[in-house]
């Protein structure tokens, strides 16, 4: 299993950036994907879900109306997309994927990729 992060870099307070997460290994369409994030010296924080069919999703307060998940099943690919970005927002984002729905914690998750670091300069 493989699950491969993009698109993080340094952006200014304000902009935006889309995150992407190629998957393979397993049958990406039997898999909710979730997002989640680490700040240095803080603890993995859920960001948001999106359940298999793409029919559902789920936000962490912190990030409601400035982020949108979504997913290419045909493509094996979740998305983060990320608006009004603000410097408390800098972590390392990481995708991961479950066979249950919701799952808004770290030990819940089945599988994990390699984070991509965000930077948002204020």
């Known amino acids: 299993v493989q699950l491969q992060a993009s698109g993080g870099g340094l952006v200014q307070a304000g902009g935006s950036l889309r995150l992407s997460c190629a998957a393979s290994g397993y049958t990406f369409r039997n898999y909710a994907m979730d997002w989640f994030r680490q700040a240095p010296g803080k603890e993995r924080e859920f960001i948001a879900a999106?359940?298999?069919?793409?029919?559902?999703?789920y936000y962490a307060d912190s990030v409601k109306g400035r982020f949108a998940i979504s997913r290419d099943n045909a493509k094996n690919t979740v998305y983060l997309q990320m608006n009004s970005l603000k410097p408390e927002d800098t972590a390392v984002y990481y995708c991961?994927?479950?066979?249950?729905?919701?799952?808004?914690?770290?030990?819940?998750?089945?599988?994990w990729g390699k984070g991509t670091q965000v930077t948002v300069s204020s």
């Open positions: 999106i359940r298999w069919d793409g029919l559902n999703t």
């Open positions: 991961a994927a479950v066979d249950r729905w919701i799952i808004d914690y770290p030990h819940g998750m089945d599988y």
